[in-house]
């Protein structure tokens, strides 16, 4: 089996077969959670082919938002682009791909273990090591949900970019060194955290390798370049002083009264990571506010994220000054989690799963390198092949039934409002989405019965995170189909109040006083929609309405034009074409 495995070939084939064992129950799977931003809703993508060109001039969200932000990843939109033009938008050829390439990943992996460690690892090593990262649940949010090819794409091309720069060691070749540079700007053009690879390759090159000081400084120079190119071309494609409009909603640590106090809270975040590590009992797709309450700056918790903190580090340095793999593991992870910790800087989430994806391969390494170089399994190699094996088939057994919550929104927000009761962002999800679906319903009790569990999960969301804007939005609907103007007014208003640009909420504010003829209010409500958001539907087709009330009827028709392209089914702005269309004709 080494032998098979060892190959380049036998290491893909074996990395394939094993994703599709522990992930092919996705295939069938669902657009889930983030799909609908980044892929069902994102008009670059729809575009097809010519969607790769426009990848590379807007950040990744852009198509769906039309809002440039400081977000660039124009690989992984290139290739949904491809990917919707081959299959027409069908879910399984995405799942597929997600799976297929974590496979040739656990591939890569045992190649850039097998060649780089060949000297301080032996084969039963890297096989668990390798393992104990395809098994673990963790990744099952990375794999299952097909937004995240992103991350899998970053880990894939950092793993290609290591085995170039081991090649380049081997075999003193510059042509290694560019493909090295190369397949690191993938990565960063696949997600920018990847970045981090320009500081742990020095490491690797300087303590591990057999590269002279000379070459290791060659190999890092000419990653350090390419990171610098990276940044002047996303610099040039989107708005890098664009930064996310940060809100209690999508990180908690934003509600904190200072940086001192986020630092401490967010370093008490990287204990729950190392628990999810270590005990993934219960896992979910969101830990905003309150799921992990935050913690007092003086407190118990606080002094102990403080002291670990300090402790991890020291230990790392430590055994990095002994040249120990255990510590070049332990300082993969702790680097590749600093973007994503909410250390240095606040980011778009209090914590996710998906971000401990690449930072699990370093924890993985130093897990397995720990136990060996401890003095007490060094006479019980077998026992500790045993104890890593047998928690490989645990960890397996619980990716393999974490996969299943993944199916579609509503089987994966039903189960995480019970993995995560405290959180708004799962009672908002959840009654959204049960709000969508009594829509769809076949009879009026069933739609009747969902909404009324809809307006549960809402409410309890409010109560949770009186701030939630998008849950007063949502609530108001609600209170809209059935007939409570009033409280429906006094809900959007209460949005508007925390999220003034919310269009969605004075689109509806808008289209209730319409309906009370109080059409001074409804046009300004209609008009500010429009300027916020101009690629929603119900908004076009409202400001088509606004020039069509006035009889501005030639004004009107592009409106309405423009929401039938959005909703080729959209009633009102047919009605409006026509209307128009009928009134501008010659008698």
Same mark, same amino acid.
């Given at each position: ?104 990943? $656990? ?48 880990? $894939? ?21 560019? %493909? ?49 190119? %990276? ?46 590590? %270590?005990? +993934? ?210 809900? %959007? ?64 028709? +592009? ?29």
């Amino acid at each position: 089996m080494f032998k098979l495995v060892s190959t380049i070939k036998g290491s893909m084939i074996a990395g394939v077969i094993l994703a599709f064992v522990l992930f092919g129950n996705t295939l069938r799977h669902d657009f889930v959670l983030d799909d609908g931003l980044v892929i069902v809703n994102n008009n670059i993508i729809k575009h097809g082919y010519t969607g790769v060109f426009e990848a590379f001039q807007h950040s990744h969200t852009f198509g769906a938002t039309g809002i440039e932000d400081s977000g660039y990843r124009p690989i992984p939109i290139a290739i949904f682009s491809i990917l919707w033009a081959l299959t027409g938008g069908t879910p399984f050829g995405f799942h597929l791909l997600n799976v297929f390439l974590f496979g040739l990943t $656990l591939g890569i992996m045992l190649q850039v273990l097998f060649r780089g460690f060949r000297d301080q690892l032996n084969q039963t090593q890297i096989l668990l090591i390798t393992m104990l990262f395809a098994v673990h649940p963790l990744h099952s949010e990375v794999v299952a949900n097909v937004k995240e090819l992103e991350d899998i794409l970053q880990l $894939l091309f950092v793993l290609t970019s290591w085995w170039f720069l081991i090649r380049f060691v081997e075999v003193q070749n510059y042509r290694m060194l560019v %493909f090295s540079s190369v397949f690191l700007a993938l990565a960063m053009l696949s997600k920018e955290t990847s970045l981090m690879f320009i500081i742990v390759a020095p490491i690797y090159l300087f303590l591990f390798s057999s590269a002279t000081k000379r070459k290791a400084l060659i190999a890092a120079g000419s990653l350090m370049a390419t990171a610098v190119v %990276f940044w002047g071309v996303r610099y040039v494609a989107v708005d890098m002083n664009q930064q996310i409009q940060l809100t209690v909603l999508n990180n908690a640590l934003a509600s904190l009264p200072s940086r001192w106090w986020q630092i401490v809270s967010a370093l008490w975040m990287q204990v729950e990571y190392l628990t999810l590590f %270590f005990y +993934p009992s219960v896992l979910s797709f969101d830990y905003s506010f309150n799921q992990i309450p935050l913690i007092n700056v003086w407190g118990m918790r606080a002094i102990a994220a403080l002291i670990l903190g300090l402790l991890s580090v020291g230990i790392t340095v430590y055994l990095l000054v002994e040249k120990r793999v255990s510590g070049f593991g332990l300082a993969f992870y702790l680097l590749m989690m600093v973007p994503v910790s909410n250390i240095i800087v606040l980011i778009g989430s209090t914590m996710a799963e998906r971000f401990a994806y690449m930072p699990s391969l370093g924890m993985s390494v130093a897990v397995v390198a720990l136990l060996w170089e401890s003095k007490f399994f060094q006479k019980r190699k077998k026992l500790a092949q045993t104890l890593l094996i047998v928690a490989s088939l645990l960890l397996g057994t619980r990716t393999l039934i974490r996969n299943k919550d993944w199916k579609s929104d509503e089987v994966l927000f039903a189960a995480d409002v019970v993995n995560s009761p405290m959180s708004t962002r799962t009672h908002m999800t959840l009654g959204t989405t049960l709000l969508q679906k009594s829509s769809r319903a076949l009879d009026q009790q069933q739609a009747l019965a969902l909404v009324t569990q809809a307006r549960k999960h809402l409410v309890t969301s409010v109560e949770i995170l009186p701030e939630n804007y998008e849950s007063h939005y949502n609530i108001g609907v609600i209170d809209q189909q059935f007939g409570r103007d009033d409280l429906a007014l006094k809900s %959007f208003e209460r949005c508007l109040e925390i999220a003034p640009e919310y269009a969605l909420a004075l689109n509806n504010a808008g289209v209730i006083h319409f309906n009370r003829k109080e059409y001074e209010k409804a046009e300004e409500c209609f008009l500010s929609a429009y300027k916020i958001n101009q690629l929603n539907g119900d908004i076009l087709a409202n400001r088509a309405l606004v020039e069509y009330r006035k009889g501005n009827y030639a004004e009107a028709i +592009p409106y309405a034009e423009q929401a039938l392209k959005v909703n080729p089914m959209h009633q009102g702005a047919k009605n409006m074409l026509a209307g128009a269309r009928q009134a501008l004709a010659p008698m």
